[in-house]
């Protein structure tokens, strides 16, 4: 498999960045192009390119962790959790809601005000992506079925 296209397993090494140019992370990881194992924007630009390419990549936050949403961001009682539960700023819950599980974390606590933010870290930013393509294989069929990459640099559930 000489390009990255649908059922390619990629691996890939990156450096993240913000708007700022502050790095946020850097990593090396294989996924699976074409199931949304990646944030979309990243996915499509990657699209075409072949072992050894490097690109510079800006995703928008729409292509991203999508915008900042305010009604995402709930002010709940301290009544709301266990008395015996400590909350400190940082503290992530999962919840159920319509669309799905979600992740929430505390971001202020005012007295008995809980402040919970459900929207992903990066909600709101544009990202900005150092990559460089390390490897291109074809998926295995078990791989394509089950949607994201087996073996040494995946994961299996
Ligand atoms: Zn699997």
Do not use: C, W
Request: charged fraction near 25%; charge should be negative.
């Amino acid at each position: 498999m000489q390009t990255v296209q649908n059922n390619a397993v990629v691996t890939m090494a990156y450096a993240l960045f913000d708007a700022d140019k502050n790095e946020i992370e850097a990593n090396e990881f294989a996924y699976l192009h074409g199931h949304n194992n990646i944030i979309p924007g990243l996915e499509s630009a990657l699209h075409g390119l072949t072992a050894g390419d490097k690109k510079n990549v800006t995703v928008a936050p729409e292509n991203g962790y999508g915008e900042f949403q305010e009604e995402l961001v709930e002010r709940v009682d301290r009544s709301a959790f266990p008395e015996d539960q400590d909350i400190e700023i940082g503290m992530q819950f999962q919840t159920d809601t319509p669309e799905g599980m979600r992740i929430f974390t505390v971001v202020e606590i005012n007295g008995d005000e809980i402040v919970l933010d459900g929207n992903h870290p990066m909600a709101g930013q544009t990202l900005i992506f150092d990559v460089e393509i390390k490897d291109i294989r074809k998926a295995t069929e078990e791989e394509m079925a089950h949607g994201h990459v087996h073996g040494a640099h995946g994961h299996h559930h």
